[in-house]
């Protein structure tokens, strides 16, 4: 429901990480997506285009790398996977467990096209 | 291609400003709630019952988020409780700066439990860290007993559930069993209350358990 601005905090990045005059080369804003991050990628991708159209990132579009929820049992050290949130240890019913991973909303690397590709 | 390697939380401004309030927190030896559901499961109510068996023996603060109108605060101001209304004007979720301004306009002397009353919604405040201690969810019988495995990441994130107007489950078609076994399943240290608003059934537990925790 917030991916309007959330949206809006990926442009602002983009736009500190990238000189000025080479935000126009961008081209690919990879962004690391648990499951459980609280944003749909479709959605995200629309508002990015919606929010980016007529600046100079209008070229660039998201692109999500997807990573699962998992958690970790503290009783036997095995760790599992799910997509529906269970944090019960489905080996031995265990109920100490740790989050390793599923929440992250997190922009790893901004693709840009260089002046060579572009002149070829 | 060139690639800049970046690796920045897209929400790392609003967690900056949760620190911030958590430390502000811990220096005023405030414990901080965030209590968060979907509309209407009786966040106020719960608050309204909480304040009123505190008698103002423990001094609480409130910070109310609402989409829209200040009816909420209202309720508040009865228990001669501080309180701010934050209006999101259509957000969906309280962030950390809104409650960091919010702060500004409440008088904390003397107050040692802060209780913030979040958006009514059961997605998107589950990942705005506010620098609460903890997130209490609650979940009424009216919404049916499934509510937790439909949305998984409040409760994975809360502490403690808070299962309200349990005076309806001869009317609805909702198992106190299996609502507090799916929530479990979620998140199995959650600490689950039973309360009635209208009874008060199970409103002396949750508030002495409340009570406990700010006193630590
Ligand atoms: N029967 C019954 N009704 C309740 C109980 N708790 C709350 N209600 C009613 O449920 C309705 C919603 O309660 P609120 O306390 O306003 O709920 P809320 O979660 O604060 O709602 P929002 O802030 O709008 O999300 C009101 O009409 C309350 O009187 C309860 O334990 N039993
Ligand atoms: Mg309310
Ligand atoms: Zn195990």
Sequence with gaps: ?120 | MSVITVERKVLEKNDEIARRNRAMFSERHLFVINLVSSPGSGKTSILERTLEYFNKRVKVAVIEGDVQTDFDAQRIARYDAPVVQIVTNGGCHLDAKLVEDALGSLDLSGVKLLIIENVGNLVCPSNYDLGEAMKVVVASTTEGDDKPLKYPSMFQNASVLIINKIDLLPYVNCSLETLRNNALKINPSLKVFETSCTTKSGISEWCSWLEQNTNR
């Design chain 1, 1 to 120: 429901m917030h991916e309007l601005s959330v949206a809006q905090n990926i442009c602002d990045i983009v736009q500190q990480s990238v000189p000025k005059n080479e935000l126009a080369d961008v081209r690919i804003v990879r962004v690391k997506l648990g499951t459980f991050s609280g944003v749909v990628a479709d959605s995200l991708d629309f508002c990015f285009s919606a929010i980016s159209a007529e600046t100079p990132l209008a070229k660039a579009h998201l692109e999500f790398e997807h990573i699962p929820f998992a958690v970790r049992c503290n009783h036997c050290q095995k760790t599992f996977e799910n997509d529906i949130g269970f944090m019960v240890c489905p080996e031995c019913g265990g109920a100490e467990t740790v989050i390793l991973s599923g929440r992250e909303l997190q922009v790893t690397e901004i693709e840009l096209e260089n002046e060579e590709e572009k002149t070829i």
